[in-house]
């Protein structure tokens, strides 16, 4: 069973920074898409910055420059280092991936989300 477990959320000023993990695990062959979104209160879940299967990476508008995705060198984690954090960073975020098990076909797994909120 393929798990994606998230830490790293809380609560953080303007200005101040988060980092984000998530380690996926359950007997995983190949991991082709991995990364971030995000929901706020209202509104739809979208992309915050994700690695491509082609190994790119993709971020949203409103956090280039600011957020960075990484990954460990096993492929199976993936972090992001959110700097200069605004209120309308204010969500619950989602690691989210796109991978194949031993028992598997590819498919898409999501993380069960964690809290982050902007205020002072």
């Known amino acids: 069973q393929v798990q994606l477990v998230e830490s790293g959320g809380g609560l953080v000023q303007p200005g101040g920074s988060l980092r984000l993990s998530c380690a996926a695990s359950g007997s995983i062959v190949s991991i082709y898409d991995m990364g971030w979104y995000r929901q706020a209160p209202g509104k739809q879940r979208e992309l915050v910055a994700a690695?491509?299967?082609?190994?790119?990476?993709n971020y949203a508008d409103s956090v280039k420059g600011r957020f960075t995705i990484s990954r460990s060198s096993a492929k199976n984690t993936v972090y992001l280092q959110m700097n200069n954090l605004k209120p309308e960073d204010t969500a619950v975020y989602y690691c989210?991936?796109?991978?194949?098990?031993?028992?598997?076909?590819?498919?898409?797994?999501w993380g069960q989300g964690t809290p982050v909120t902007v205020s002072s």
């Open positions: 989210y991936a796109n991978l194949r098990t031993e028992r598997t076909m590819r498919g898409d797994y």
């Open positions: 690695f491509t299967s082609g190994g790119s990476t």
